[in-house]
């Protein structure tokens, strides 16, 4: 049979919907894995806006500096953002009841604000003017004379001009121009920082005062002044408010007026992770127009970035553009440029990341040879592996609780072992089976499949005794493999379904690499599952599909007796019919169950070719017959480790339904040649009998003793009196 | 002292003479609404008030709206088309602040006390900031339904408790179609004896004031409302421009008097007979303009039902609105009518 190629594993996880044995959950193909890595922040694919409080975390970590608290930076945030005025008010207060303030009881920098006064008194005074502005910025807020708000504000700038200390300066001189801004003193705003700059240390709350100081100068007039601020200043949104109706675009404002400011990086970050989710989503047809517009920008940006060369990180933009290239589909330049990001100024972080989009290009780009793995891709592969191992600590609790899951899934989660499967699965062997090396494309892909599970060896599940309680049982792989009680992963990971799926010539051809491996082989397979009872028994249960029995015996009687435990279709009880009866009929012992049918088949096949006398080869025939016609059917466990296809057609497009047509036909064949072989009537009717065509035994043989027994047995024969029923199956029960 | 400045403090004079103290220990007098962003009496406006001794102005300050958008529903309440003040405000008129509360903001107000809080806050702070002499009255403007009325009534309550302790009274603008209904817990309303009729409908000859669409709910009565009651009368007019017999927009101007652009039928209806642009709406042949401006006659018909169906009530008559265009259509005697007990 001339072996079918394995056209994109990829596509066969989505052609696939098996059940019993292989209960995956394919949500991405292997290409889609997300690769653009500059901060590691988004590699799950989720996008999110960046938080709103400007500084925010900064700011805390400035607290704890100035007061030398031990709280957490978390804990000084609720106090600093979310604790109200009044309350820190009250436990602050000499006086207070301190067991009646929640936050002084469970916050740690509560408790060092009130025995530092002079923070406390600064913290208030921050609060006041927050508390003004708030008012003076609703929609409610009409001046009156007296305002209790003005007022508010008044004080804050005295008591903020007042404090002639060094620790809350720049807080001080913060809170001045907050409240001069409301009160729509730009000139003073300007004035009066012009006269307190240069005492100011330089700390992220010098620069969160600079961003009022831009926008007095923006309300005064002078834009370009305020643009200038608001890019020193890092506040992006101010900054790109002042650009309405400009013609350029975001990333090209920021470079001009923010270079080095991590927003413009955070910007386009987050516009590529999100291209490259649009790119996936396989609802959109094309591109959409924003996104592809976006990208070119973003590509120019970066070039033009790069080549000016007056950043740091000369080698993100040139790794940003190479990227952009990648996904719009020139392998080339963006190899090009992922080279130039190595050899660029910037860090090693950043480095690795455009190795990687270089190995992924290549891998595209180059055409199929005979050196391609060799010559092209092993090295990379091999450096793909060496960071899989150096970096194992990030991923061994992920992917003992949910390894098999994600990978079966395509999901993101361990940048290393994600480019590993996405180079070899989404790359690498589609092209070696579309050149027709079959047998390495096997090999790597129990690789990308195993080789992780492998080095953590330790799958995890939940175990919930009688009692209802749930505890955590902890097992290496191959304990997994021996005892789990449904094997999740074997029989249903892309390397499986791939193995399931090729010439089983392929297959074979692959496992005499196990013990001959040629030089790349030994490398992959010491990464890979070669445990040969498995294989015998897929290579056997291939066999017996192709109707190759004397083979299949062969390989079966490989397999130890005690391996059938270890199938998922003998966990479910699908082993346990008798093969060569239309009957349901269990067999008393299931031992073998697979060896079993093979040798028994094996020796009808050799022995109807050497049988004389007619009426005996008929009956082997259709025995046969029978025993391959329930291989595909009610002992489909003979021959698939799960079923696809259903009594009503459904699934009828599938790999395994195009398998079973074959084998039907090949039954129907057989049933006819064993009817025209017999002489004898008795002969005729037994087998009709046990096709389940009473009526034509009655009716076409009726002298014949199996008739009499049909005749004699009418409740239970009963349908010899009804139409012959649609399908072969006999309605017949013991 | 000039002699313009002896005119001026006798004409305040007269025109705080000229609202009499009745039992109730407040004036009745003229009054007259005031209902435009800008706050700027031209000279008309401004003899008007001396000439017809308007001794009390309601000058709206602020709508209480709800912010556009898809959330409107979740949205916060928000005042919208503040009046800001660029011109003086006349002596010897008192102010009453007006604050017209939307159907959609009655819909999603659920803090009361924080609304009333609000509005009252800035009312206080306009004021107060522009220099208008001590308020005595404030007056909320809804055209409250089943639905918001519960919600309009609290936020009543809520202010004239609050208001009470400032020593200033409440006042909410009542409909015809409200006499029915039990009255919100205000210390006077103003009957508004305009707006009677559905301007939408083709059909319709005046939705400002129509005899027939008052006289259901006076005519044969006499009424006990609930709460002491002033009368607005409209002085007003505008146009409903319809296209192919649905209603399109309402003109505020009346003048449609060029007939190179309109023909006018015997009905009185318009028709439009050359395209053109007017008060930013493309008009073109064929459409229709039904130009509604009340006369005093129908309005004296009104006000006998009106007497008719209140027969002691003390009350001020109060005419919507200041505007001079407006004005001009009536002659003094008119106005002096409409005005006159």
């Known amino acids: ?619 082997m025939l259709a025995r046969f017959a029978t025993g391959m016609r329930n291989s595909v059917d009610k002992s489909w466990a003979l021959t698939f480790y799960g079923k696809s296809w259903w009594d009503d057609e459904s699934g009828s497009g599938t790999f395994q339904a195009r398998k079973r047509a074959v084998v039907l036909d090949k039954v129907q064949s057989l049933y006819g040649q064993a009817l025209s072989t017999a002489r004898d009537n008795e002969a005729k009717a037994t087998i009709l009998r046990d096709l389940g065509n009473l009526k034509t035994v009655v009716t076409e043989y009726p002298e014949t003793q199996v008739a009499a027994f049909i005749r004699g047995h009418c409740d239970t024969y009963a349908d010899y009196h009804m139409e012959r029923p649609s399908s072969y199956r006999s309605i017949l029960r013991d | 002292m000039k002699f313009s400045g002896v005119i001026s403090a006798l004409a305040a004079v007269l025109l705080l003479a000229s609202c009499k103290e009745p039992a109730t220990g407040r004036r009745d007098c003229n009054g007259v609404y005031y209902w435009k962003t800008s706050f700027a009496l031209d000279s008309t406006e401004t003899a008007f008030l001396r000439d017809n001794e308007v001794g009390r102005l309601y000058l709206r300050f602020f709508d209480v709206d709800v912010e556009d958008g898809p959330m409107a529903h979740l949205s916060d309440i928000v005042p919208v088309g503040t009046v800001t003040f660029d011109g003086p405000v006349p002596e010897g008129v008192e102010i009453v602040p007006t604050v017209f509360i939307t159907e959609r903001a009655a819909r999603v107000i659920r803090d009361i006390p924080d609304a009333t809080d609000k509005i009252l806050t800035r009312i206080l702070n306009m004021a107060d900031y522009n220099r208008l002499g001590a308020i005595s009255e404030i007056q909320l403007d809804c055209d409250w339904a089943e639905s918001t009325r519960d919600t309009f009534f609290a936020l009543c309550a809520e202010m004239r408790k609050q208001l009470k302790e400032k020593g200033i009274i409440l006042s909410a603008t009542i409909r015809l179609h409200q006499l029915d209904s039990p009255a919100p817990p205000v210390d006077r309303g103003v009957l508004m004896l305009y707006n009677t009729g559905n301007f939408r409908s083709p059909s319709t000859k005046n939705s400002i004031l129509d005899t027939r669409d008052a006289a259901p709910f006076l005519k044969g009565k006499r009424i006990r409302y609930g709460i002491p009651l002033d009368f607005a009368w409209p002085v007003y007019g505008w146009a409903i421009w319809m296209r192919d017999g649905q209603f399109a927009a309402i003109i505020h101007s009346t003048d449609f008097s060029d007939s190179t652009l309109y023909q006018t039928g015997s009905d009185g209806i318009i028709t439009v007979i050359t395209e053109h642009e007017r008060d930013g709406h493309t008009l073109k042949p064929g459409d229709r303009i039904r130009v509604e401006i009340p006369s005093a006659a129908t309005i004296l018909e009104v006000k006998e039902l009106v007497r008719s169906a209140f027969p002691d009530e003390p009350h001020s008559n109060i005419i919507y609105h200041l505007d001079s265009t407006s004005l001009s259509k009536f002659n003094d005697h008119e106005i002096k009518s409409i005005l006159g007990d």
Not at chain 1, 209 to 216: P, S, T
Not at chain 1, 426 to 431: D, I, L, Q
């Open chain 1, 1 to 619: 049979m001339r072996s079918k190629a394995f056209l994109a594993i990829s596509l066969i996880a989505l052609i696939l919907p098996v059940s019993a044995a292989a209960c995956g959950f394919y949500g991405f193909l292997p290409e889609d894995y997300y690769m653009y890595r500059v901060s590691g922040n988004y590699m799950k694919g989720h996008f999110s806006q960046p938080r709103f409080n400007y500084m925010g975390d900064e700011n805390c970590l400035l607290w704890k500096q100035q007061t030398g608290t031990d709280a957490t930076i978390d804990e000084i945030y609720q106090v600093v953002y979310k604790t109200p005025a009044q309350e820190i008010e009250f436990f602050t207060s000499p006086k207070a009841n301190l067991m009646m303030s929640k936050v002084y009881m469970q916050n740690a920098f509560a408790r060092t604000l009130r025995n530092d006064p002079e923070a406390a008194t600064m913290l208030m005074v921050a609060k006041v003017c927050e508390s003004a502005r708030k008012g003076i910025n609703s929609p409610w807020y009409y001046p009156a004379y007296r305002d209790p708000v003005v007022s508010k504000l008044e004080k804050v700038i005295e008591a903020g001009k007042a404090y002639k200390g060094e620790r809350f300066a720049t807080r001080y001189a913060l809170q001045v121009e907050r409240a001069l801004m409301s009160l729509q003193r730009y000139d003073e705003c300007i004035s009066y920082w012009d006269e307190v700059v240069s005492k100011l240390p330089d700390d992220v709350v010098k620069t969160m005062a600079l961003r009022y100081v831009a926008g007095a100068w923006y309300n005064l007039g002078d834009i370009e002044k305020a643009r200038k601020l608001f890019g020193e200043a890092g506040d992006i949104d101010s900054l790109t408010s002042t650009f309405v109706n400009d013609e350029r675009n975001i990333y090209e404002i920021l470079y001009e007026y923010a270079p080095d400011e991590q927003e413009l990086r955070d910007l386009v970050e987050r516009d590529i992770i999100y291209a490259e989710h649009q790119y996936f989503d396989l609802s959109f047809e094309e591109h959409p127009q924003w996104v592809v517009k976006d990208l070119q920008n973003i590509h120019d940006i970066s070039l033009r970035i790069a080549k000016e060369g007056k950043v740091k990180d000369v080698d993100f933009w040139y790794y940003t553009a190479a990227f952009v290239e990648h996904l719009n589909g020139d392998q080339k330049a963006a190899m090009k440029n992922a080279a130039l990001a190595e050899k660029a100024p910037g860090s090693d972080f950043i480095k690795e990341s455009a190795h990687v989009l270089g190995i992924y290009a290549k891998a595209i780009d180059t055409p199929y040879s005979s050196k391609y793995l060799s010559k092209t891709m092993m090295n990379d592969i091999k450096w793909l592996d060496e960071k899989i191992v150096s970096n194992l600590d990030e991923a061994r609790e992920a992917t003992s609780e949910n390894g098999i899951f994600y990978m079966k899934s395509n999901m993101s989660y361990f940048y290393w072992n994600d480019m590993l499967r996405k180079v070899l699965l989404g790359a690498v062997c589609p092209k070696l089976i579309k050149g027709g090396d079959r047998v390495n494309a096997l090999a790597l892909t129990n690789m990308a499949d195993n080789r992780l599970l492998a080095l953590v060896n330790d799958i995890s599940e939940f175990v919930v005794d009688e009692e209802w309680n749930v505890s955590i049982l902890h097992r290496t792989l191959d304990e997994f493999r021996r005892k789990s009680s449904f094997n999740y992963n074997d029989y249903s990971n892309a390397f499986f379904q791939m193995a399931d799926t090729v010439a089983v010539d392929d297959l074979v051809k692959y496992v005499a690499s196990f013990d001959k491996p040629k030089k790349d082989q030994k490398y992959i397979n010491e990464r890979s599952y070669t445990e040969k009872a498995f294989f015998a028994d897929v290579i056997g249960t291939k066999m017996l599909r192709d109707m190759r029995y004397a083979e299949a015996e062969k390989w079966l009687s490989q397999v130890p007796s005690s391996f059938q435990s270890r199938l998922n279709v003998d966990k479910e009880g699908y082993l346990k019919l008798d093969p060569f009866t239309l009957r349901w009929k269990k067999l008393d012992s299931n031992a073998d169950y697979k060896l079993s049918f093979a040798r028994e088949m094996a020796s009808l096949e050799k022995n109807i070719k050497k049988e004389k006398d007619p009426d005996m080869k008929a009956m």
